[in-house]
């Protein structure tokens, strides 16, 4: 377990359970396997060398924390396995998105939904038979990284798109992801340091790349990427975090910070920005704050309804749990309009996402809302 433990901490190739046991035996050897080393210049690099340095006390509760994590695995794992019966053909996806400015004078906030970039992403590999890309930007500081990262990051993802066949097409999407997102942080960063004066904006970026039936989830900051998947057994709807968030009083985030030579104060970097990895911000750059994403992997199944994707101004004021089962009351709502040659399922998802995005301006969140949600077609 020790030796598992010191792996465990910097990954960024973080996996969901798999959807059967089978999977399981694969997962563990595939997280960095065959990609290329990080220099020693690499933000991913500099978070190992912290994550190794902790003293005892704090290995101690990693290996804790990390047995509370496998329990939990096994329990998920199980679920997943009754959820699998029989093969599943390619799910549709399909995004619907609401926003709202709430109290802020400037709405900077962004979006994208491609349904399907199956097209832009040829030649793919011949197990590849669909790609749709959604993503939320939370920009804080203006609006230019967050529109930014809306126009460019899936321009730049579908450029480094696996083009033919590879060996591997999971770790080659996982570092395609990586790259996007080195080189869009870059991109902006030399636009904004061109300025005069400079620009200081940043912006979150939670991205889910849908390649067939497998979601990779890359996360900056605090928005976040909920899972709707309907448990036989309970017959309920739970909620799957999908992503994970990234604040600097996190004990790994807040290391690097300080290891690069910035401070943590009032929970916040040099006490004024809130995030520990972001797109732009590039006064912060030099204080630990990295463009790395987390990436997760989850396998969809037939149990699976919807995906959430929102900015941190939805969860200020409902948990995950709370808006999943918002928007599946939402959805099973008899007294939603239809109108006149509007499907009625896109009706009820556009009903969901514009209801939750009210009731966060209403429950008081002062920050800009956006929700969107990716409707999951059997």
């Given amino acids: 377990l020790a030796g598992k433990d010191s792996h465990k901490g910097p990954l960024l190739f973080d996996d969901l359970p798999p959807s059967s046991s089978a999977d399981s035996g694969m997962e563990g050897s595939l997280l960095f396997d065959g990609l290329p080393p990080a220099s020693s210049s690499d933000p991913a690099s500099s978070a190992t060398k912290q994550v190794s340095s902790a003293g005892s006390q704090e290995k101690g509760q990693k290996r804790k924390s990390l047995e509370e994590e496998e329990e939990k695995n096994g329990r998920e794992e199980l679920v997943e396995k ?28 962004a979006h994208v939904i491609l349904n399907d970039i199956t097209e832009e992403c040829r030649p793919l590999p011949s197990q590849i038979t669909r790609v749709s890309y959604f993503a939320v930007f ?15 990051l899936h321009q730049n993802l579908i450029k480094k798109f696996p083009k033919g066949e590879v060996a591997s097409v999971e770790k080659t999407v996982k570092r395609c992801l990586l790259d996007t997102f080195k080189h869009t942080d870059e991109e902006f960063l030399k636009q904004a340091s061109s300025q005069k004066p400079a620009w200081k904006d940043g912006s979150t970026a939670t991205c889910v790349l849908a390649v067939d039936n497998i979601l990779y989830i890359a996360n900056l900051g605090d928005s976040r990427a909920i899972l709707c998947r309907y448990n036989e057994e309970s017959q309920k709807h739970t909620a799957l975090s999908l992503s994970k968030e990234h604040n600097p009083t996190q004990y790994e985030e807040r290391m690097r910070i300080q290891k690069a030579g910035g401070n943590v104060r009032d929970g916040r970097v040099l006490g004024v920005l809130e995030v520990s990895r972001s ?11 990295i463009s790395v994403p987390d990436i997760k992997r989850c396998q969809l199944t037939h149990n699976d309804r919807f995906i959430l994707i929102a900015c941190d101004g939805l969860f200020k004021v409902f948990s995950p749990e709370e808006a999943v089962n918002f928007i599946v009351s939402c959805l099973e709502d008899k007294n939603i309009q239809m109108r006149e040659g509007k499907l009625e399922a896109d009706a009820r998802y556009e009903a969901a996402c514009n209801r939750l995005a009210n009731k966060a301006v209403q429950r008081g969140s002062a920050d800009n809302v956006t929700v969107m949600v990716v409707r999951i077609e059997h």
């Fill in 82 to 109: 009754k959820v699998c019966k029989g093969s599943v053909g390619i799910l549709g996806l399909k995004g619907y998105v609401a926003e709202r400015k709430g109290e802020r004078e400037d709405m900077q906030d």
């Fill in 138 to 152: 939370d920009g804080h500081g203006g609006v230019r990284a967050s529109k930014f990262a809306a126009q460019n």
């Fill in 279 to 289: 797109i732009g911000d590039g006064q912060y750059k030099r204080c630990g704050v």
